[in-house]
């Protein structure tokens, strides 16, 4: 074989290694992500590269523990939404060059003020789950703090930002308000094709509170009853795809 053949096959194989390693990259999900196989998932179902727009509920920072900071450095549009104002600066500042809006409100079934608790990376609506943190070992170094802030309902909010009907991802992480937080929408109407949910029922440190297991429970069996099935579950994050997207 001569010089040119193996100049060729030696510029083949370094373009095949080069796709491979592109290929891993992908997305570039955020390194405190909680979901090891959330590229996969996203490569799978939406291909790479790509353009949609997802919704995240309770976004934090937009970093930590994000699921959606990689769709949005790739291009995807997207709604953040955030209550606590200096985690919603955070936010603003993380995704200032991506085509993202930031909401600094609360999700809840009632428009208007609320008081919401906050401390370290947790927030939430619910006084219950801020007992139920106090109880745990995990948790104790945490001392919460609360605030006054606007809450509308998700639907409203994603028609006054113009939310496409039919978008590609909503993420829901409102520790323990999850339930409530999709009695503010339709999914008749709405329509996401993924979820990602922080769902607890299976968690350990949950299992003997009942009235939160069985709440996520039945928002489980409401998610299944709408037209989804379970692509990935462990005992904090569940990935839900509508049936007719599945590959």
Not at 71 to 89: C, K, N, R, T
Not at 183 to 209: A, R, V
Request: aromatic share 12%; charged share 30%; with cysteine.
């Amino acid at each position: 074989m001569g010089l040119v053949e193996w100049r060729v096959i030696g510029q083949v194989i370094l373009g095949v290694m080069d796709c491979i390693s592109r290929r891993r990259v992908m997305y570039k999900v955020s390194e405190s992500c909680q979901i090891d196989t959330l590229n996969d998932i996203y490569t799978k179902y939406f291909g790479y590269p790509s353009k949609g727009y997802f919704v995240e509920v309770g976004a934090y920072d937009g970093e930590f523990v994000s699921n959606t900071s990689c769709l949005a450095d790739h291009g995807w549009q997207g709604l953040y939404v955030e209550p606590i104002y200096d985690h919603y600066l955070k936010c603003m500042k993380r995704h200032d060059k991506n085509d993202v809006t930031v909401a600094n409100v609360a999700v809840g079934l009632e428009e208007g003020e609320t008081t919401i608790y906050y401390g370290d990376t947790l927030t939430t609506l619910d006084k219950d789950q801020v007992k139920r943190y106090s109880e745990m070992d995990v948790f104790q170094h945490i001392s919460f703090s609360t605030t006054v802030c606007d809450q509308m309902r998700l639907d409203t909010l994603m028609e006054k930002i113009e939310v496409p009907k039919e978008f590609d991802v909503l993420v829901v992480d409102v520790e323990g308000k999850e339930a409530e937080v999709f009695e503010t929408f339709e999914l008749d109407e709405w329509k996401p094709k993924m979820l990602i949910i922080e769902l607890e029922d299976e968690h350990p440190s949950f299992q003997k509170y009942k009235d939160l297991v069985n709440r996520i429970k039945n928002l489980r069996e409401y998610i299944h009853n709408k037209g989804y099935i379970e692509i990935f579950k462990d005992h904090i994050n569940t990935v839900f795809i509508r049936k007719e997207v599945k590959k």
